[in-house]
């Protein structure tokens, strides 16, 4: 723990919770590239605040774990209940490894953790009225795995950047990616279906442009991420976009007056 001498009390604006792996915690950008989460960072700015709690390598039994301690306890003194708009649940690009990878989870394993997760937050979090006034769970929108480009991540591992061996396949990712689209059916929760939307069945010579090391988002990936969120949130939550200067319909509107308007 850090010790900080120095607070500030001052007012959070509502809250955007990104809880994910490393592609979450990546998420504001590697070596000066965008990430998806800078993206939605700056559709969001001065409306509300983008708070990435992304965990490198973690699986989702891992992130259950931790998740106590990323939602915290509105009695402590160090935490604060604040307006949450919507989060993003992103694991399972670490549980579909292959079998003799340390984090590899099973994905009946995976299932039941994913569940618990969204569980967890829709009880810790108060529930809220929808535009019709009736009372609503905070919106959790979960993204599957990306496809993987395995020969690519395995020359990583190996000569790029070596390492233990994680070995992932394409195919795996696929069947989690099924499996959590029916988890969001079950729960309600719409889904960014990444192995889709990179092309994950036309091939590593297809989506391989969208992987940096075989694994991980380059910065064409994470902004086809970042579009894949927005439209669920404007197909599903229509009223959680961003307002637009002059816009009057339902929305988030920006924060205090515009300068016009002051002088």
């Not at 939602?71 to 003194?77: I, R, T, V």
């Not at 579909?96 to 099973?106: K, N, W």
């Not at 233990?164 to 696929?174: H, I, T």
């Not at 579009?227 to 637009?244: A, T």
């Amino acid at each position: 723990t850090i010790m900080i001498a120095n607070s500030l009390a001052m007012r959070i604006r509502p809250t955007i919770l990104l809880f994910g792996d490393s592609i979450t915690e990546f998420g504001f950008g590697v070596d000066g590239k965008i990430g998806w989460a800078s993206l939605l960072s700056s559709k969001y700015s001065r409306r509300a605040d983008v708070l990435n709690r992304g965990f490198s390598g973690y699986n989702s039994k891992h992130a259950l774990d931790v998740l106590p301690s990323v939602l915290g306890s509105p009695s402590s003194a160090d935490n604060a209940k604040v307006p949450l708009l919507f989060c993003t649940l992103f694991f399972g690009a670490n549980d579909c490894s292959l079998p003799s990878a340390r984090q590899y989870l099973d994905i009946d394993s995976f299932d039941k953790n994913i569940r618990s997760i969204v569980s967890t937050i829709r009880r810790e979090s108060s529930a809220s009225e929808d535009v019709n006034g009736e009372e609503s769970n905070v919106p959790v929108i979960l993204i599957t795995p990306p496809p993987v480009a395995s020969k690519a991540w395995d020359h990583y591992c190996t000569v790029t950047s070596p390492r233990p061996l994680s070995p992932r396949s394409n195919e795996n990712s696929k069947q989690y990616g099924k499996r959590l689209l029916a988890i969001g059916q079950d729960l309600e929760c719409p889904v960014v279906n990444m192995y889709d939307l990179l092309g994950g069945d036309q091939g590593e010579d297809s989506y391989g442009k969208y992987l940096t090391d075989g694994l991980h988002l380059s910065e064409e990936g994470n902004r086809i991420l970042y579009g894949g969120v927005m439209d669920v949130i404007k197909r599903n939550y229509n009223y959680l976009l961003p307002l637009e200067d002059g816009e009057t319909n339902i929305g988030v509107p920006l924060e205090e007056k515009i300068w016009s308007e002051l002088c």
